[in-house]
């Protein structure tokens, strides 16, 4: 039922800057935390942060601390990630997800997005 909408990809130069939005529609209440993963040709889908709608709650592997920051704005029901100091590991289709209890592990997500391209050139 709900649905979660990506958008903000592109091709961007190293060292350069994306921000990334996910739209709910609509929010439930059983949307409590909402994340991004990422996921390359080949490789498993890999949990890049996670926020909850309801508090200062926000995890991020540390292979991504410094870089990316994940943000919401309630009143639009969106989800943001900015991600800053891009490189071509960035590369890959980031997807928006959403869950009940935690969204840090792909199997722990009840809904996803269709994705975005993200790609970093050299």
């Known amino acids: 039922q709900v649905q979660l909408i990506e958008s903000g990809g592109g091709l961007v130069q190293t060292g350069g800057s994306l921000r990334l939005s996910c739209a709910a529609s609509?929010?439930?209440?059983?949307?409590?935390?909402m994340g991004w993963f990422r996921q390359a040709p080949g490789k498993e889908r890999e949990f890049v942060a996670m926020?909850?709608?309801?508090?200062?709650?926000?995890m991020y592997p540390d292979s991504i601390k410094g870089r990316f920051t994940i943000s919401r704005d309630n009143a639009k029901n969106t989800v943001y990630l900015q991600m800053n100091g891009l490189n071509p590991d960035d590369t890959s289709v980031y997807y928006c997800?959403?869950?009940?209890?935690?969204?840090?592990?792909?199997?722990?997500?009840?809904?996803w997005g269709q994705g975005t391209q993200v790609t970093v050139s050299s």
């Open positions: 926020i909850s709608w309801n508090g200062a709650h926000e």
């Open positions: 997800a959403a869950g009940s209890g935690s969204c840090a592990r792909a199997y722990e997500c009840d809904a």
């Open positions: 609509p929010r439930t209440a059983s949307i409590v935390y």
